[in-house]
């Protein structure tokens, strides 16, 4: 070390001086005493280090800067809201269903206060949680009864292990599919401690081979829509009703597992018809599960409605317990479901329908608003350009479906690095305030617009825009 290095290091403020400038009190403020002198201290190695480096010798104001600006990144919570502009409305990675305003406010207040869960207000005894809703769902799919358990796949294994340990269950084999997150038919069936039998051919199920295939050891009949993808051209599947009539006919329950399961005919709203849970229940299935987070726009959540004695034999399992739903789930659940009996304003209220339902001129008329900003915050070194595009539902839920739908394509102007540029931008994007998700397609940032609802936000937020390119920044250091 030089003479020089030395008498600078002996120049660094200390701590105490340090937590003396205004910049660091308030940090104290903010985050505690304790954080703020760590970070303090921390910040004043790092100086040290640049000092002995050569670097000039910091004051006490900018090491307190430093301190309070790495205590404020780290304060910020790691679960971020972020602007989905992927095009996918129900994206699994980004948090699946945006609830409705009253699901957020029935979830507050069952946070906020003590409510009665289990607690039968008529008559002042234990109740159960699950009375909240079982009226709601008997109403909205016609089933003589229902339950809830923490989502999806849970309601599969519960009613898997509930009618089939150790008996065979009966599957198509066009049917064991494998869902994102290792959710797959055959290992959820071992894990159940049921017998997976399957029948048929990945292209062509009929019903000889579920007949053929049900002996005294059969636990039920498992029909799975196949929600994320489709087998198409040469192929056969046995219909729910006809599945149904044949289970019946041998004794053998018939589980209908929906997946996504809408609780209303999405035709209306201008999209794919997707069966409803009404529908598979009137085509006789005996168990129907569905999940709460996909297009019914609700919590994680997994339902399981049909028949009377066999909810209660799934009430029974002690598996259910180790599956139940919380109080803020509920409360939410409830205020969704309550929202499906007005269905008139459904598509106002709950923003995943809302978001499906957009029509593509509302969203391009966005797409031009919002065009000048974007390429104004871009810089001159990309061009912004409003394009129509295609949206996905996304969840698994009708995969070959897609939504007509706007946005803006922002492409770098120079050929030359153009890949490394839009991951630059990308990259940039993600690090707002509110981080901006966008896809790339053709060389390009695509900014769905489908699911934007705060513009104003959005702009704002887009101020604070650093486009730029990783290039320009490596050649600066
Ligand atoms: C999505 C899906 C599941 C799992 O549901 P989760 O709510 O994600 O647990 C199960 N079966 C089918 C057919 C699905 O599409």
Same mark, same amino acid.
Request: hydrophobic fraction near 45%.
């Given at each position: 070390m030089t003479d020089d290095a030395t008498s600078s290091l002996r120049d660094l403020p200390s701590v105490d001086e340090v937590m003396r400038t205004a910049a660091a009190t =308030?940090?104290?403020?903010?985050?505690?005493?304790?954080?703020?002198? +760590? +970070?303090?201290?921390?910040?004043?190695?790092?100086?040290?280090? +640049?000092a002995r480096g050569g670097e000039g010798v910091a004051d006490a104001r900018a090491v307190a800067t430093a301190a309070a600006t790495a205590l404020d990144r780290e304060a910020r919570p790691k679960l971020r809201p972020v602007f989905n502009l992927t095009g996918t409305v129900l994206h699994t990675n980004l948090g699946r269903a945006v609830l409705a305003e009253a699901a957020i406010e029935a979830a507050t207040r069952a946070m906020r206060q003590a409510i009665a869960l289990e607690f039968d207000l008529d008559g002042g005894r234990r109740g159960e949680r699950d009375n909240l809703i079982r009226d709601l769902l008997i109403e909205l799919t016609g089933a003589q009864d229902a339950t809830v358990v923490n989502n999806n796949a849970a309601a599969v294994l519960l009613v898997l292990n509930t009618l089939a340990k150790g008996r065979e269950a009966i599957v198509s084999r066009g049917e064991l599919i494998e869902i994102g997150g290792a959710f797959r038919m055959p290992e959820i069936m071992t894990?159940?401690? +049921?017998?997976?039998?399957?029948?048929?051919?990945? /292209?062509? *199920?009929? !019903?000889?081979?579920?007949?053929?295939?049900?002996? !005294?050891?059969?636990?039920? %009949?498992?029909?799975?829509? *196949?929600?994320?993808?489709?087998?198409?051209?040469?192929?056969?599947?046995? =219909?729910?009703?006809?599945?149904?009539?044949?289970?019946?006919?041998?004794?053998? !329950?018939?589980? /209908?597992?929906?997946?996504?399961?809408?609780?209303?005919?999405?035709?209306? &709203?201008?999209?794919?018809? =997707?069966?409803?849970?009404? =529908?598979?229940?009137?085509?006789?299935? #005996?168990?129907?599960?569905?999940?709460? #987070?996909?297009?019914?726009?609700?919590?994680?959540?997994? &339902?399981?409605?049909?028949?009377?004695?066999? %909810?209660?034999?799934? /009430?029974?399992? !002690?598996?259910?317990?180790?599956?139940?739903? #919380?109080? %803020?789930?509920?409360?939410?659940?409830?205020?969704?479901?309550?929202l499906y009996r007005d269905p008139a304003r459904l598509a106002a209220r709950l923003p995943t329908l809302r978001h499906l339902a957009r029509g593509q001129d509302d969203i391009a008329a966005q797409a031009r608003r919002l065009l000048f900003a974007v390429a104004a915050a871009a810089g001159p070194r990309f061009e912004a350009e409003a394009i129509a595009c295609a949206s996905q539902i996304g969840s698994g839920a009708l995969p070959q479906e897609t939504l007509p739908s706007g946005g803006i394509a922002i492409r770098p102007r120079a050929a030359r690095g153009r890949g490394r540029d839009v991951e630059a931008l990308a990259a940039a994007l993600r690090r707002l305030p509110v981080p901006v998700i966008g896809r790339v397609a053709d060389g390009a940032l695509v900014l769905d617009l489908r699911c934007l609802d705060d513009e104003d936000g959005f702009l704002a937020n887009l101020r604070a825009l650093d486009p730029a390119p990783a290039r320009d920044k490596d050649a600066a250091s």
């Amino acid at each position: 070390m030089t003479d020089d290095a030395t008498s600078s290091l002996r120049d660094l403020p200390s701590v105490d001086e340090v937590m003396r400038t205004a910049a660091a009190t =308030e940090a104290a403020e903010r985050h505690g005493r304790e954080l703020a002198v +760590a +970070a303090v201290r921390r910040a004043l190695q790092s100086a040290r280090e +640049a000092a002995r480096g050569g670097e000039g010798v910091a004051d006490a104001r900018a090491v307190a800067t430093a301190a309070a600006t790495a205590l404020d990144r780290e304060a910020r919570p790691k679960l971020r809201p972020v602007f989905n502009l992927t095009g996918t409305v129900l994206h699994t990675n980004l948090g699946r269903a945006v609830l409705a305003e009253a699901a957020i406010e029935a979830a507050t207040r069952a946070m906020r206060q003590a409510i009665a869960l289990e607690f039968d207000l008529d008559g002042g005894r234990r109740g159960e949680r699950d009375n909240l809703i079982r009226d709601l769902l008997i109403e909205l799919t016609g089933a003589q009864d229902a339950t809830v358990v923490n989502n999806n796949a849970a309601a599969v294994l519960l009613v898997l292990n509930t009618l089939a340990k150790g008996r065979e269950a009966i599957v198509s084999r066009g049917e064991l599919i494998e869902i994102g997150g290792a959710f797959r038919m055959p290992e959820i069936m071992t894990r159940a401690g +049921a017998r997976l039998v399957e029948v048929g051919t990945t /292209n062509r *199920t009929h !019903p000889r081979d579920y007949e053929e295939a049900i002996g !005294p050891r059969a636990g039920l %009949i498992l029909k799975v829509h *196949t929600s994320n993808y489709r087998i198409e051209g040469f192929s056969a599947e046995v =219909e729910g009703r006809a599945l149904a009539a044949l289970a019946h006919a041998r004794g053998v !329950p018939l589980v /209908n597992d929906l997946g996504s399961g809408t609780l209303i005919d999405l035709s209306a &709203f201008g999209l794919a018809h =997707e069966p409803t849970v009404a =529908e598979a229940v009137a085509d006789g299935a #005996d168990l129907v599960t569905f999940s709460g #987070d996909k297009l019914l726009g609700g919590p994680q959540a997994g &339902f399981i409605v049909g028949d009377r004695a066999m %909810i209660a034999r799934i /009430n029974r399992n !002690p598996m259910k317990r180790a599956m139940r739903v #919380d109080k %803020i789930r509920l409360a939410a659940i409830e205020a969704t479901l309550r929202l499906y009996r007005d269905p008139a304003r459904l598509a106002a209220r709950l923003p995943t329908l809302r978001h499906l339902a957009r029509g593509q001129d509302d969203i391009a008329a966005q797409a031009r608003r919002l065009l000048f900003a974007v390429a104004a915050a871009a810089g001159p070194r990309f061009e912004a350009e409003a394009i129509a595009c295609a949206s996905q539902i996304g969840s698994g839920a009708l995969p070959q479906e897609t939504l007509p739908s706007g946005g803006i394509a922002i492409r770098p102007r120079a050929a030359r690095g153009r890949g490394r540029d839009v991951e630059a931008l990308a990259a940039a994007l993600r690090r707002l305030p509110v981080p901006v998700i966008g896809r790339v397609a053709d060389g390009a940032l695509v900014l769905d617009l489908r699911c934007l609802d705060d513009e104003d936000g959005f702009l704002a937020n887009l101020r604070a825009l650093d486009p730029a390119p990783a290039r320009d920044k490596d050649a600066a250091s």
